[in-house]
């Protein structure tokens, strides 16, 4: 199992929908749990850390499911300016090597 | 504060050209790495450091070298060059090994 995978997409979305997707983890001792945000030819930015007891940001909120090791990002009301990629982020192999970044999940949202 | 800044922001070379990229941050964070990031691959880990005068190699160390003389620069050489070292490579810091980390704007390094 890879460290962190995501369903690379694309999703098309339309503009005012909701949209989620997941992201899985392999190591069950990660504690830290991050979503950022990577426009096309730009440096990832952090969107939002994940918490256990999940956490909202107004129109996106992230959840932790330890037990299923997934981590889950929704978007509601969908803006043309949410298209980009979006990164799963844990920490590593017991955080020798900080973070590890999943290859992301291209969101495409549609007129 | 400029964040996290590097330089050059395109650069060519010639394969076994040798070449530094450089990174500096102005948040005094003691956690600095270099990644790259290629087509299908996602981000990849080259280098860190906890601190001044302390590296480490990430996953892809190979034809790479680092060092951290002080908290704000980390830059990353290239000893020679290959083809296969085309990429796009970014540079973060942050204030421990497992918060928040903060990215400058990339370099896009193309080898012939």
């Known amino acids: 199992r890879k460290e962190v995978e995501q369903d690379p997409g694309p999703f098309n979305v339309p503009e005012g929908a909701t949209v989620a997707f997941n992201c899985t983890y392999s190591?069950?001792?990660?504690?830290?749990f991050f979503w950022y945000r990577q426009d096309c030819r730009k440096e990832p930015k952090l969107l939002m850390s994940?918490?256990?007891s999940g956490n909202e940001d107004g129109r996106f909120t992230a959840q932790l499911n330890r037990a299923s090791q997934y981590i889950s990002l929704l978007i509601r009301d969908s803006k043309l300016s949410d298209s980009a990629t979006y990164l799963c982020?844990?920490?590593?192999?017991?955080?020798?090597?900080?973070?590890?970044f999943g290859k992301g999940t291209h969101l495409i949202i549609q007129p | 504060n400029a964040g996290v800044t590097q330089t050059p922001k395109f650069q060519v070379l010639k394969t076994g050209q040798s070449m530094t990229l450089q990174c500096a941050q102005d948040?005094?964070?003691?956690?600095m790495s270099w990644y790259r990031q290629d087509p299908g691959m996602g981000l990849r880990l080259i280098h860190y450091?906890?601190?001044?005068?302390?590296?480490d190699q990430g996953e892809v160390p190979n034809g790479y070298n680092v060092s951290r003389s002080t908290t704000e620069d980390f830059p990353l050489r290239l000893l020679s060059a290959a083809p296969s070292q085309t990429s796009v490579y970014f540079c973060?810091?942050?204030?421990?090994?497992?918060?928040?980390?903060?990215f400058g704007p990339g370099t896009r390094l193309t080898v012939l």
């Open positions: 973060a810091s942050s204030p421990s090994l497992r918060n928040t980390q903060y």
């Open positions: 190591n069950s001792a990660s504690q830290s």
């Open positions: 994940v918490y256990s």
């Open positions: 982020v844990v920490n590593g192999r017991g955080g020798a090597d900080g973070l590890t």
């Open positions: 948040m005094n964070h003691e956690y």
């Open positions: 450091s906890v601190g001044a005068g302390i590296t």
